[in-house]
């Protein structure tokens, strides 16, 4: 792996052409900065279209364009603007990648767990349920693969909570270190809720997982199943190789303390169904995926993130109010915005040209041969749906049990 690697590193990116493009471009960057949007300008430079930071290949040179830019300073206030631009790239980065880390190792811990319940319900499955043992022998292992895979989903789960953690804490952390040396008070409570949504969403997904151990004992809940062929393509089709399949597992009906309400929801890899049928509403399926999405990509953050929005928000679904606020990338909008947009272009995205009215053809788009158009109250969002796909479809899950299983 490594080999290869470094093969394609200096075929594709180490070469004088390259190198001069990113020093140019990084010029760019910095003579449109302006502290007052700086966070929305970092997103849309670092765009999957344009310079994905993201990616290993492009942060390897990174360095080596800060510099020149570093160089090229002349006033005071450009200075500013420049480290807190320094400081913000610092705080994602290392977001990222401890994201990439905890995502790798809780995927070692809930896959054998998931694989372990998938063999079971095979056994189980197999049994004569007409033999007098053969029904209730089919219980007991069935329960049995649950619980084993909840407790892998619980440990699991604490490792994505310790790196929630850290990287509030580090990100938060260097965000009002750059805040307070430019004296940016806005970002300093940016910095401030990092370090505080990194813990809360530790204790939210420990909790959780905790209460779902709990009902999958006492069966107070049903049994979770994983996605089937018809749901792994509806995914396939809008995430490509961001989002890991194998540990999404479904739950449907009835789910003991989370029937709060009747809406379905997402809880990291586990999507509670409730009463409503996703083969009959897949556009909830792609809903709900998006926050595991979420999960995989950002972190377990999203939880705090999302309750806080739903708590204090009128509706935070409403993606257009994000877009009347000045949130003109995708990335920027709140976490449930973000997924009822996704569902949005799902269910009413169109390619041009092409009279089908089937529900997901906008993901089909390649905007050469197939040009994808979606509007709202004859509003044109084509820009900002494409973004968003570029956006979710530019992260590359670091998750082993996608590369064996999908």
Not at 268 to 293: A, I, Q, Y
Not at 319 to 327: A, C, P, R, S, V
């Amino acid at each position: 792996m490594a080999p290869q690697f470094l093969n394609d590193f200096s075929k594709e990116v180490m070469t004088p052409k390259n190198v001069k493009k990113i020093f140019i471009f990084m010029e760019k960057i910095f003579a449109n900065f302006s502290s007052q949007n700086i966070t929305s300008k970092f997103y849309c430079y670092f765009s999957p279209k344009n310079f994905v930071i993201f990616r290993i290949k492009s942060i390897i040179l990174f360095p080596a364009a800060i510099i020149r830019i570093l160089i090229s300073m002349q006033t005071s206030s450009s200075f500013q603007d420049f480290f807190y631009f320094l400081f913000e790239c610092a705080a994602i980065f290392i977001e990222i990648i401890l994201n990439k880390i905890e995502e790798t190792l809780s995927d070692l811990i809930e896959t054998p767990g998931n694989l372990i319940q998938d063999f079971l319900d095979s056994i189980a499955n197999s049994l004569d349920e007409s033999h007098p043992i053969g029904r209730p022998l089919q219980k007991v292992v069935l329960w049995l693969g649950g619980v084993i895979s909840t407790v892998c989903v619980l440990i699991s789960g604490l490792v994505k909570g310790i790196g929630s953690i850290l990287s509030g804490l580090i990100g938060g952390l260097l965000r009002i270190i750059g805040s307070i040396l430019v004296l940016n008070g806005p970002q300093i409570l940016i910095g401030a809720w990092d370090i505080l949504s990194g813990t809360l969403s530790a204790i939210i997904l420990t909790g959780g997982h905790v209460i779902i151990l709990i009902q999958s004992i006492l069966l107070l809940q049903p049994h979770r199943r994983p996605l089937n062929e018809k749901e792994k393509r509806i995914l396939s089709k809008i995430f490509q190789s961001s989002l890991a399949l194998y540990n999404i597992r479904l739950v449907e009906g009835w789910c003991g303390f989370f029937m709060y309400d009747n809406r379905p929801f997402n809880f990291g890899n586990m999507v509670f169904t409730k009463d409503f049928r996703v083969s009959d509403e897949p556009d909830l399926l792609v809903h709900e995926c998006t926050h595991t999405w979420q999960f995989q990509n950002v972190g377990a953050r999203y939880l705090a993130d999302a309750i806080l929005v739903l708590t204090f928000m009128k509706n935070p679904y409403d993606w257009q109010n994000e877009i009347n606020m000045g949130k003109d990338r995708w990335v920027l909008f709140n976490r449930e915005s973000q997924a009822q947009f996704m569902e949005d272009i799902f269910m009413k995205g169109k390619i041009e040209g092409s009279g089908s009215k089937r529900v997901g053809v906008f993901y089909d788009a390649d905007n050469e041969t197939k040009v994808g158009r979606f509007s709202v109250k004859r509003r044109n969002f084509t820009e900002l749906a494409n973004d968003a796909v570029d956006t979710v479809r530019g992260r590359i899950s670091t998750r082993l049990s996608r590369l064996f299983f999908g």
